[in-house]
């Protein structure tokens, strides 16, 4: 059973601090991992990645991936209380789960003024 | 409008009523999803479906049942809500053949059974 894990599960941070949120996953099949964004309403799309070592960013947001240590981190520079929200990540496998996206239960970042 | 809608975006339902959620796209995807949202466990697949009248289950399927009968609409349906069922309910869909395989979220339905 594929299965992904994200840690920590909550983060409170002042504006300006620098969080890494982490993602380790088990996935059969592995194709692509993915990061969303969920305020408080549906979760919206930030990154995939499918290369080892190749950084995707996204103004103050970038993310990595390792194969071979199975795991992904998201940083966030110059935190903002905008920035406060749910973030998932989530395995896409190949094979009979073609198409079929693995979630972790999401790290909730909280940043205060 | 164009995109992914649900309805009804939140409902009030007692335990043992039947209960339909209803997902309608307009991007003609092929693959659509039903996943639940609990504190603490993230996004869980209930049923996904890769293209009209194919249904499989996911992580959850248990008191749910899906249909798939037109590319654009994936009903879900609790046959007997269980206060279990209390959640948030979001819709998807992808076209997993495009590079990036990204799923497109509906609003979400929030589901209370007393």
């Known amino acids: 059973e594929d299965k992904v894990v994200q840690s920590p599960l909550s983060l409170v941070v002042h504006e300006g601090d620098t969080v890494t949120l982490n993602c380790s996953y088990e996935v059969t099949n592995f194709r692509s991992l993915l990061w969303y964004k969920q305020e408080k309403k549906a979760p919206t799309f930030l990154f995939m990645l499918?290369?080892?070592?190749i950084e995707k960013k996204s103004g103050r947001l970038s993310s990595i991936l390792d194969k071979k240590e199975l795991f992904s981190i998201l940083n966030i520079t110059a935190t903002q209380t905008g920035d406060s929200a749910i973030y998932l990540c989530?395995?896409?496998?190949?094979?009979?789960?073609?198409?079929?996206?693995?979630f972790g239960q999401g790290t909730i970042l909280t940043v205060h003024p | 409008d164009a995109g992914i809608t649900q309805s009804p975006r939140y409902k009030i339902t007692e335990t043992g009523r039947q209960v339909t959620l209803m997902c309608h796209q307009t991007?003609?995807?092929?693959?659509m999803f039903w996943y639940r949202q609990d504190l603490g466990h993230g996004l869980r697949l209930i049923y996904y479906s890769a293209a009209a009248d194919i249904t499989d289950k996911g992580e959850v399927p248990d008191g749910y049942v899906v249909s798939r009968s037109k590319t654009e609409n994936f009903p879900l349906t609790l046959e007997s809500a269980t206060r279990s069922q209390t959640s948030v309910y979001f819709c998807?869909?992808?076209?997993?053949?495009?590079?990036?395989?990204?799923?497109?979220f509906g609003p979400g339905t929030r589901l209370t059974v007393l």
């Open positions: 989530a395995g896409n496998a190949g094979g009979t789960s073609y198409g079929k996206l693995t």
């Open positions: 991007w003609s995807h092929s693959y």
């Open positions: 998807a869909s992808s076209e997993p053949g495009v590079a990036y395989n990204e799923q497109f």
């Open positions: 499918t290369s080892s070592g």
